[in-house]
């Protein structure tokens, strides 16, 4: 089984930017997709970006596209989300979350087995 733990949220001005990280153990994940969801208040959970189990293939919510990356280091068992010129509409508890397919293009929550605590990020107007 995999623990994630998220970590590297903050509060932020707009433009500004943020580097979550999540921290994989109890086994490798480095076959496992991983992806980055988000939940504002009062709305539902949403995919942000995801990436296979090598890096070779990323999606990427269309509003994030061009100023989020996700990137992942196998060797270190942690994923990556480099977010920047955040606006305040990027407000959200970040999480991590995996599933153990090489690659995987789901972005219903549903289909992902292990999860992070989530990570609180905001950006002030």
């Known amino acids: 089984q995999v623990q994630l733990v998220e970590s590297g949220g903050g509060l932020v001005q707009a433009g500004g930017s943020l580097r979550l990280s999540c921290a994989a153990s109890?086994?490798?994940?480095?076959?496992?997709?991983m992806v980055w969801f988000r939940q504002a208040p009062g709305k539902e959970r949403e995919f942000v970006a995801s990436?296979?189990?090598?890096?070779?293939?990323?999606n990427y919510l269309q509003a994030v596209k061009g100023r989020f990356t996700i990137s992942r280091d196998n060797a270190k068992n942690t994923m990556y989300l480099q977010m920047n010129s955040l606006k305040p509409e990027d407000t959200a508890v970040y999480y991590c979350?995996?599933?153990?397919?090489?690659?995987?293009?789901?972005?219903?929550?549903?289909?992902?087995?292990?999860w992070g605590q989530g990570t609180q990020v905001t950006v002030s107007s």
């Open positions: 979350a995996g599933r153990p397919v090489l690659d995987s293009s789901s972005r219903s929550p549903g289909q992902y087995d292990h």
């Open positions: 109890g086994r490798t994940f480095s076959t496992d997709t």
């Open positions: 990436i296979n189990w090598n890096g070779g293939i990323t």
